[in-house]
């Protein structure tokens, strides 16, 4: 009975107390939580450079890609130009014959 008797003692000390230790507890629970989050940042930091970098590789091979795709385009239409000046050049001689 001793045992209970001391924890309800130490329980109406704790009771009547000031909050002090209250802000002391949750100070210690804030800065903790603070540093945590802290640590967290800094272990994701290197997942999101090598995702930052894998963007910037498919980024720069897609520029490729349509760099190259804009050149054949314009191949394209630079020998559909000329077949097509060559075909008027023909329908302008023949229509000029009679």
């Known amino acids: 009975m001793t045992d209970v008797n001391q924890i309800l003692e130490l329980a109406d000390k704790a009771a009547t107390a000031n909050d002090r230790w209250m802000f002391v507890a949750m100070f210690c629970v804030f800065i903790l939580s603070i540093?945590?989050?802290?640590?967290?940042?800094?272990?994701?930091?290197?997942?999101?450079?090598?995702?930052?970098?894998?963007?910037?590789?498919?980024?720069?091979?897609?520029?490729?890609?349509?760099?190259?795709?804009?050149?054949?385009?314009?191949?394209?239409?630079?020998?559909?130009?000329?077949?097509m000046q060559i075909c008027r050049f023909k329908i302008e001689s023949s229509q000029k014959q009679p």
């Open 35 to 83: 540093l945590g989050a802290i640590r967290w940042m800094i272990s994701d930091r290197k997942a999101m450079g090598d995702r930052l970098t894998q963007i910037t590789d498919r980024h720069i091979e897609q520029g490729e890609r349509l760099g190259l795709i804009v050149a054949n385009n314009t191949t394209a239409l630079n020998n559909t130009s000329q077949m």
